[in-house]
């Protein structure tokens, strides 16, 4: 979300690492202001949406990245509409927007990422992995310390003054940690149990250590698994999907398959689709 200071120089980073899709979000126009720190844009660009110039603009250096980007204003009130919930990784660049993210990311157990810019920056660079670090549900809400301070910098300073995060090297630096970390997080490698039922092997080899995704076309059973796994506190990524629609196949370790779940469809076609 956000195609800004940090948001520009950060999907820079993305496209030009090679990673795979990325979809993005900002209801803005290009402005004279922006071109000190906002990487994809130049004097042609003042007056188009960024959206449009952005995507344009990763295009021209990497055409193998798949691309999308909507001039939308995200919003607590129409996130669900917009945001794929099998997202790998979400990213906020407009604070406070990262606190409305964050139970879509939890309940979707989605990685969140967030650092504002500008006057909106109470923070550093965040990552919220859900059931494996605290969320911003346990993070106090840092907007009236921030104001109050920025308050005092005013009355000191003069009520025109500005936070200096738009100062381009520090908003480059913010990107430059934040694709790291999202680098970190779409590289990893799991193993799949595929048909996992309500979770006992999935269970078992993640509290072996192993990165588990469980796999089962009943949300019945998921639940289950998802409710013997936090009894245990033990971090597993369920997915309701069907057998035949294998997800992540670049990132997989290993895939089992135990007891008698495969063979079952009438159409030989589909139990071959399974295994090849």
């Not at 660049?93 to 967030?114: G, M, Q, S």
């Amino acid at each position: 979300m956000g195609f800004g200071g940090i948001g520009s120089w950060l999907v820079y980073n993305l496209a030009s690492i090679g990673v795979g899709r990325i979809i993005g979000f900002d209801h803005d126009e290009v402005e004279l202001s922006n071109l000190n720190r906002q990487i994809l844009y130049s004097e042609q660009d003042i007056g188009r949406p960024k959206a449009l110039a952005a995507r344009e603009r990763l295009q021209s250096f990497n055409t193998n990245v798949s691309i999308e980007t909507y001039p939308i204003a995200i919003t607590k009130e129409n996130l669900e509409r917009h945001i794929p919930s099998d997202a790998n990784v979400i990213i906020s660049t407009v604070f406070p927007l990262e606190y409305h993210l964050n139970p879509f990311c939890v309940r979707h157990k989605i990685p969140l990422l967030a650092q504002g810019g500008g006057g909106y920056s109470p923070s550093g660079v965040i990552v919220i992995i859900p059931y494996k670090t605290g969320c911003f549900d346990c993070v106090e809400d840092p907007t009236p310390v921030w104001n109050e301070l920025l308050h005092k910098v005013r009355s000191r300073h003069g009520g025109t003054y500005v936070s200096t995060t738009t100062f381009s090297p520090i908003v480059s630096l913010c990107a430059n940690i934040m694709a790291i970390e999202i680098f970190k997080l779409v590289t990893w490698v799991a193993d799949l149990d595929l048909c996992c039922g309500t979770g006992r092997h999935s269970i078992e080899l993640a509290q072996r250590g192993f990165e588990v995704i469980g796999l089962d076309i009943s949300e019945t059973f998921l639940q289950i698994a998802q409710r013997k796994a936090a009894a245990k506190a033990i971090s597993v990524r369920w997915l309701c999907r069907d057998m035949r629609e294998i997800p992540y196949e670049d990132y997989l370790n290993l895939i089992i398959n135990l007891y008698g779940s495969w063979g079952y469809f009438e159409d030989d076609g589909d139990n071959f689709r399974v295994l090849y």
